[in-house]
C-alpha cells in the first residue's frame, strides 16, 4: 500500500513539475534562420525557396533540419486572443507552409518573445503562453526561439519554464531555443527548460569588433566565442550554450567564415545557418558542408571543446569525440600568419572539468587527418621535442581530427 501511494505521489510530481520535450537536441540543432540576412523583410516565396534549396544543395543531407522564421512573421491577435500570421508575408497561412517545408523532409520553426512585444515590436507572448504554444502545435510548428525584449519585471526562470511548459502540454514535440543573450545565466537554471540558450547578445557579421547602438551592442565572431567559452562545464546532450547564429557567407572573408563554423563546431554549438543558400559561392557550400567538421559538432558524447592554451596569439583547442577521438584545433584570431612548432608531449592533459579524458599523448600515437583538406598529414609523436610545424594563417584555423585506431 506505502509502495502505491508512494508511486501516484511521484506520477503526481512529475506531472506538476512537466519537463521540456527530450530528446529534441541530444545533438545541437542544426537549420537555418531568417534573422541574419533578411530580418524583417521576410515571405513565404523566401522560405519555400530556402527549403527547396536546403534539399538541392544538399545541405538537408549533411544535416541541417531546421527552416527557422524568426521576427516579424506576425498578424495580430484575434477576437479570442489567438496570434494570427501576417496576410500579406504569407498569403496562404502557416500551416500550409509547414505542410510545405514538411513535404521537403524538413522542420518548421518559428519565433516569440517572454515580454509584451518581440524584438521587432510585433506581439510577444506574454500573457498568451499557453494560447501561443496551442496555435503552434495546431500549424505543426517543430521548434520555437523565445526571445527577451519588452520583459520589464518579468522573472526569467518563471517566463521560461512556463513556455516550455505550455509547449509540453500542447501536445506537440517542439524544440525550445531560448534566446535571453546570457543576461540572467540561463545555463545555471534552464536545463531542464530549454534545449539551448544564446550566451552571447547578438553576432554581427564581422570577425572581431563590437558594433554599438545606443543601449545595446553586437558581438563579432571572437566575441561570441571569448564569451561561450567560459561556459562549457554547462552545456551537455539537450541543452547547449548558443553563441548565436552563423553569419557565414554573409560577408566575411573565406579564412573568417572558415574559422567561425570550425570554432563553432568545436564548442557544439547549434549549426543555425545565417546567410541566402539560394544563392552562395562553392567556397561558402563548401564551408557550411564539410561533414569532417560537422561531426566534431554533432559528435555523440555532447562534449563542449576546451581552450587548452595559447602561443604567440594562436589558441589551442581540444574537443573530446565519442570514439576515442580527439578534435583539435588551431585557431588564429590575429591579423598575422604565425608560425606554430607543435610538441604534442607538451599538449597531454586530462580534461577534469567535463568528460574527464585524457589526450595521452605519452601512451598514444594518433594519425592527424586535416579536416579542411581532407587528407591524413602524419602521425602524433612520443617524443618530447617539436614534431610538426604548421603555418596558421591569420584570422584561419587548422584543424585536425586525432584518430586513435
Ligand atoms: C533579438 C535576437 C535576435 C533576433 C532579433 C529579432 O535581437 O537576439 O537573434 O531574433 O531579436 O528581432
Redesign the pocket.
Known amino acids: 500500500m506505502k509502495k502505491i501511494v508512494l508511486l501516484l505521489l511521484t506520477c503526481f510530481v512529475i506531472n506538476a513539475n512537466a519537463q521540456k520535450w527530450e530528446h529534441l537536441a541530444d545533438t545541437p540543432q542544426m537549420g537555418w534562420s531568417t ?1 541574419n540576412k533578411f ?2 523583410n521576410i515571405n513565404e516565396d523566401i522560405i519555400k525557396g530556402i527549403a527547396d534549396a536546403m534539399v538541392e544543395t544538399g545541405l538537408k543531407d549533411a544535416g541541417y533540419t531546421y527552416i527557422n522564421i ?3 512573421w506576425h498578424g495580430k491577435r484575434d477576437a479570442n486572443g489567438f496570434i494570427t500570421v501576417d496576410e500579406t508575408k504569407f498569403p496562404h497561412g502557416m500551416k500550409a507552409l509547414a505542410d510545405y517545408v514538411h513535404s521537403k523532409g524538413l522542420k518548421l520553426g518559428i ?1 516569440s518573445d517572454a515580454g509584451t512585444e ?3 515590436g510585433m506581439p510577444g507572448s506574454f500573457g498568451h503562453e499557453y494560447q501561443d504554444a496551442i496555435q503552434y502545435a495546431r500549424w505543426d510548428i517543430d521548434y520555437l ?1 523565445y ?3 519588452s520583459t520589464t519585471n518579468i522573472n526569467p526562470q518563471g517566463a521560461y519554464q512556463l513556455i516550455s511548459d505550455a509547449l509540453r502540454s500542447a501536445g506537440r514535440p517542439i524544440l525550445l531555443s531560448m ?1 535571453e ?1 546570457g543576461s540572467n545565466r540561463p545555463w545555471k537554471w534552464a536545463t531542464e527548460i530549454g534545449h539551448s540558450w ?1 550566451t552571447t ?2 553576432i554581427w557579421c564581422d570577425f572581431d569588433s563590437l558594433r554599438v547602438f545606443p543601449g545595446y551592442t553586437q558581438f563579432g565572431v571572437v566575441q561570441c566565442i571569448n564569451y561561450n567559452d567560459t561556459l562549457r562545464a554547462y552545456a551537455g546532450k539537450g541543452h547547449w550554450n548558443d553563441p ?2 552563423l553569419e557565414v557567407g554573409n560577408g566575411m572573408s573565406v579564412n573568417e567564415d572558415r574559422a567561425h563554423f570550425t570554432m563553432w563546431a568545436m564548442m557544439a554549438s547549434p549549426l543555425i545557418i545565417g546567410n541566402d543558400i539560394r544563392n552562395m559561392s562553392k567556397e561558402v557550400k563548401d564551408i557550411l558542408m564539410n561533414k569532417e567538421v560537422i561531426a566534431f559538432d554533432q559528435d555523440t558524447l555532447g562534449v563542449q571543446g576546451l581552450h587548452f592554451c595559447d602561443e604567440s596569439g594562436v589558441a589551442f583547442w581540444f574537443k573530446p569525440l565519442a570514439n576515442g577521438d580527439w578534435a583539435f584545433t588551431l585557431f588564429n584570431p590575429t591579423k598575422k600568419d604565425v608560425k606554430i612548432g607543435i610538441n604534442w608531449q607538451h599538449l597531454n592533459f586530462t580534461d577534469e572539468e567535463v568528460s574527464k579524458k585524457s589526450t595521452e599523448f605519452d601512451k598514444t600515437v594518433y594519425k592527424i587527418r586535416d579536416v579542411w583538406q581532407h587528407k591524413l598529414v602524419g602521425k602524433t609523436s612520443k617524443k618530447d621535442k617539436v614534431d610538426r610545424t604548421v603555418v596558421v594563417p591569420a584570422r584561419d584555423v587548422i584543424s585536425y581530427r586525432l584518430i586513435k585506431n
Open positions: 534573422w530580418q524583417g524568426d521576427d516579424c519565433y518581440t524584438c521587432g526561439k526571445d527577451w525584449c534566446c543573450w544564446r547578445p547578438d548565436d547564429m
